[in-house]
């Protein structure tokens, strides 16, 4: 069992909102003591000078393709991916193939999760049998054998009956829905309809699709007094309805994924499919809306929505191309670039956008750097300027339009227990 | 006078400048046409590749002919006949046919951007003869080509383009052709056939025919297809007719001046009524013997140089 | 034909070898030339003039009139862009534009005097002769320029030529005239 001193670096409490100087002290897998030039006797030191600690992040919403699809990715790749990008904790998504909707195969990925041994996994279990919309999945068994939310991501629930009865019977097990809101008549667009969808004679999908299905869904959650979640918010259609929503006591959260904070749909002109994805891109007056949500609250957590294809789904046209971007090693510095960097929101605000909130809504243990917790936490180089490249993903899929781009801020170690990793580019 | 591009993927990525170029060389090739022997060397020993996913007998055969014209070799893959439909990806049967040392690919497609893809990925120069409701840069070079051939300059001039617009490749080309060589444009269909922000394209929008049919000197009418009823975009067929429709009413009270495009083929007695075929002022015909010296010019200058010519 | 002058030796740089009155002169003499080999072409109407765009044009429209001043009716005169018949167009960089080819008479059977304004390497004769050949079938064509510098690289030959120059082969030779250049001369430019 190593012992570690992380000395010399600057620690974020989310929670309390402060950024303050500290030396943290780790023995077991635990976080010893934290506190300032503290005795190193015996610990391997590990030098964190210009560096920032935070705690570990949580993706609440992320596809790790296993099982059906191993060729874009597994639990193992994808917790390598995690884990470079500063996740302790990943929730996958069900709608694999089969889709998980049996405790057996929440079991199944607990137990491969364990086997891979880089992040915590905490799956996802579907609301329905088979994502089909219709029957009750077995929520009660799903939620003993380790899911911490319940939905049928990639579809909405069509059937208001069914929605409402799966909101009452999530209830018992204190499990969140995270909805995915999407008007299926809609479900052809591949763009969103907008001056961009006009000028490309693409399908168009109005943001009006995704507001449409969230306030059906927050009506149905106050109705039942259910915690609902939406996801992926792309629009300021959306971020209306949870806004007024939350003005009226419901108990509704919402996410929203590096992309929507950081393109709008002019980034599709010119047809490239790396930009292909369900919600599609906005309009820049949607993506300062996503943004200013997050700065008021109205969205609550950032999540990836990491969602590899293969390179066959991938390269080719714009609207036959599988829509989706892998994001789990991108998306601490483009929200880093985005909100921090353009004063949006300071650094410990951010963070607990990433990490303590989304913790909070799947009731999981709030990560902190504070004695007698996990030893889960990032050491962040919040200087560092670097490039992804396909040779730097860890994802076994390349889908991402960020290929290239000068990113800023960069996971440098990330600390799980007593497994310290550190991501390339330098040491921690 | 000069057309520095690789490819030509839509009016786009054209400047007025380009697109005169264009239509100045189709002025010297219908030239060509009109010869004993309508056949020039210029392209000879090059192969032209026309990959045809949708089904096209007047486009396919019109880009054949140009090739022809100009001594290349004109090869055609269609839907019907190709491992297309077994499923075959875009880039593998793009692949295969450079691997025959093809120069140029004419490609027509329903998905928006597939000429761009393959443009991305390909050593051929690629011509987009249509790709979904995105554009058919062609079809907007010979209605313009035959517009500016009846009334010299466009500037000013009033074009009203009827029809569903929002699936229409011919109408966002056309768009754009005519209002960068000057022209007015103006649309004019049912609210659930006209695309949100088309205005920014630089059109005005009109939902009623009868408003703006006697204050143009320009009518394109578009096909409608029957599947829009099924997609309730529609509600017959017969009310299209009464409503947008060139009826033999409409027609006979067109000005003296006015003219009639349609780029084909025509639903007769939907969108236009069989009188426009004996109509006068009709320009289809034309339109149709202008579009071989268009495609020709527009391979010529696009096949003429060096490979590595840049854009 | 006069016999060829020098080309000026030694200094780079650009000279006037041929000025206006001595292209005039030059004309003069191949239009006399012309008449006297066509003179039953001439009286049947049946000879005609084509001229290789660009400055091949204009010296066709002056050899015609000089050449009918003494005739009842006006020599046919056309122009012929040879762009699409060159045999180099796979190997310059950019495509060239087409001027247009503008002939606005039958030639099937006719006496067609090709002109242009320099004979060089020959290609563009070359060209013009094939694409001349895809407008019908004239009885016979023969060659007038009013300059050849030399070095041909195909077999080919005017019928009539004003005046000879002795050229290196990496010297320009432009020929200027009043209706494309506003002022008249042939230039010699040494590299």
């Known amino acids: 069992m190593a012992r570690r001193l992380f000395a010399g670096g600057r620690v974020v409490d989310p929670v309390g909102g402060r950024v303050a100087p500290a030396d943290v002290l780790v023995d077991g897998g635990r976080v010893l003591e934290v506190g300032r030039r503290l005795d190193e006797a015996g610990a391997e030191r590990v030098d964190c000078r210009g560096r920032h600690l935070a705690p570990g992040f949580v993706d609440m919403h992320c596809h790790l393709r296993e099982p059906g699809r191993e060729d874009e990715e597994t639990v193992a790749s994808g917790c390598r991916a995690a884990r470079a990008g500063g996740f302790t904790h990943v929730c996958p998504m069900p709608n694999t193939e089969p889709a998980v909707d049996t405790e057996a195969l929440v079991r199944f990925l607990v137990r491969r999760g364990e086997d891979a041994g880089l992040c915590r996994v905490h799956p996802v279990g579907c609301c329905t049998r088979g994502r089909q919309g219709r029957e009750l999945a077995d929520l009660g068994g799903m939620r003993a054998a ?63 699709a995704e507001a449409a299905a969230a306030a059906r869904d927050v009506l149905l959650a106050e109705l039942t007094g259910s915690r609902l979640h939406v996801c992926h918010v792309s629009c300021a259609a959306t971020v209306d309805v949870v806004r007024r929503a939350k003005e009226r006591g419901v108990a509704v959260t919402a996410e929203t994924c590096p992309h929507y904070l950081v393109l709008n749909d002019e980034a599709i002109v010119g047809f490239d499919s790396n930009y292909r994805v369900n919600p599609p891109l906005r309009s820049e007056v949607d993506r300062r809306a996503v943004v200013a949500a997050l700065e008021d609250g109205v969205i609550d957590a950032i999540a990836t929505d990491h969602a590899p294809h293969s390179r066959e789904e991938k390269e080719t046209e714009f609207g036959a191309a599988a829509p989706g971007i892998i994001g789990l090693q991108t998306a601490f510095s483009l929200g880093f670039e985005e909100l921090v960097l353009k004063d949006v929101l300071g650094l410990p605000g951010f963070i607990s956008r990433l990490s303590s909130v989304p913790a909070q809504i799947l009731g999981l243990p709030l990560p902190r750097i504070a004695p007698d917790c996990e030893a889960d936490f990032v050491v962040l180089d919040l200087d560092a300027r670097w490039q992804f490249t396909p040779a730097d993903s860890l994802s076994l899929s390349r889908n991402t339009p960020f290929l290239g781009r000068e990113l800023r801020g960069r996971v440098v170690a990330t600390v799980l227990g007593d497994s310290l990793l550190t991501s390339g580019g330098g040491s921690a | 006078m000069s057309f520095r591009h690789r490819h030509l993927l839509g009016i786009e990525g054209l400047s007025r400048d380009d697109i005169l170029t264009v239509l100045d060389q189709a002025r010297t090739f219908r030239e060509v046409l009109d010869r004993p022997i309508p056949v020039v060397p210029a392209l000879r020993g090059r192969t032209i590749v026309n990959l045809f996913f949708e089904p096209s007998t007047r486009t396919a055969t019109s880009f054949n002919l140009a090739a022809s014209r100009l001594s290349a070799q004109c090869v055609s893959f269609s839907r019907a006949t190709s491992s297309v439909t077994k499923g075959e990806s875009l880039l593998d049967t793009a692949r295969n046919i450079e691997a025959m040392r093809a120069d140029g690919i004419i490609i027509r497609h329903s998905q928006p951007g597939a000429p761009h893809f393959l443009s991305r990925r390909l050593r051929a120069f690629v011509v987009n003869a249509g790709d979904g409701p995105h554009e058919h840069p062609t079809q907007a070079l010979l209605d313009a080509f035959t517009l500016r051939e009846h009334f010299g300059d466009l500037a000013g001039r009033r074009i009203l383009i009827v029809g569903d617009i929002a699936h229409s490749r011919v109408a966002r080309s056309n768009i754009l052709c005519f209002t960068r060589l000057g022209a007015r444009v103006a649309v004019c269909g049912p609210p659930t056939l006209l695309p949100r922000y088309v205005e920014e394209l630089g059109c005005s929008v009109f939902y009623r025919l009868d408003c703006i049919l006697g204050e143009v000197d320009v009518v394109n009418m578009l096909r409608v297809q029957a599947e829009r009823m099924t997609s309730a975009s529609l509600p017959s067929l017969r009310e299209y007719r009464q409503i947008y429709g060139l009826t033999r009413e409409r027609l006979a009270g067109l000005g003296p001046s006015v003219v009639v495009i349609h780029p084909g083929p025509v639903n007769w007695a939907v969108e236009m009524d069989y009188d426009v075929a004996d109509f006068p002022q009709s320009l289809v015909l034309n339109q149709v013997k202008n579009g071989v010296a268009v495609r020709m010019a527009v391979l010529y200058l696009l096949a003429g140089g060096r490979e590595e010519a840049d854009g | 034909m006069r016999s060829s002058r020098p080309a000026a030796r030694g200094r780079p740089g650009k000279r006037l070898i041929i000025n206006r009155s001595g292209i005039t002169r030059a004309l003069a003499q191949l239009a006399r030339a012309i008449r006297l080999h066509n003179h039953a072409a001439l009286a049947a109407k049946s000879l005609v003039f084509v001229g290789v765009k660009r400055r091949g044009v204009p010296l066709a429209e002056r050899l015609a009139r000089l050449v009918s001043r003494r005739s009842s009716a006006a020599v046919p005169v056309g122009a012929i862009d040879i762009t699409l018949y060159r045999d180099d167009l796979q190997m310059i960089a950019e495509t060239p534009i087409v001027r247009g080819t503008d002939i606005g008479f039958d030639i099937n059977g006719r006496t067609l005097v090709l002109v242009d304004d320099v004979v060089f390497t020959g290609r563009t004769t070359r060209a013009a002769l094939t694409e001349l050949l895809d407008y019908g079938r004239p009885r016979a064509i023969q060659l007038a320029v009013l300059v050849d510098r030399g070095f041909r690289e195909l077999p080919i030959q005017p019928d009539f030529t004003g005046r000879r120059l002795r050229t290196d082969r990496s010297d320009l030779v432009d020929i200027c005239l009043q209706e494309t250049d506003d002022r008249e001369g042939v230039f010699l430019t040494r590299r």
């Open chain 1, 146 to 208: 380790g899911c911490v939310a319940v939905s049928d991501d990639g579809d909405w629930i069509a059937d208001a009956r069914v929605m409402r009865r799966v909101l009452e019977y999530a209830k018992v097990f204190d499990l969140p829905v995270l909805s995915h809101c999407e008007l299926p008549e809609f479900k052809a667009g591949v763009a969103n309809e907008g001056v961009v969808s006009t000028r490309l004679g693409l399908e168009p999908v109005p943001a009006a």
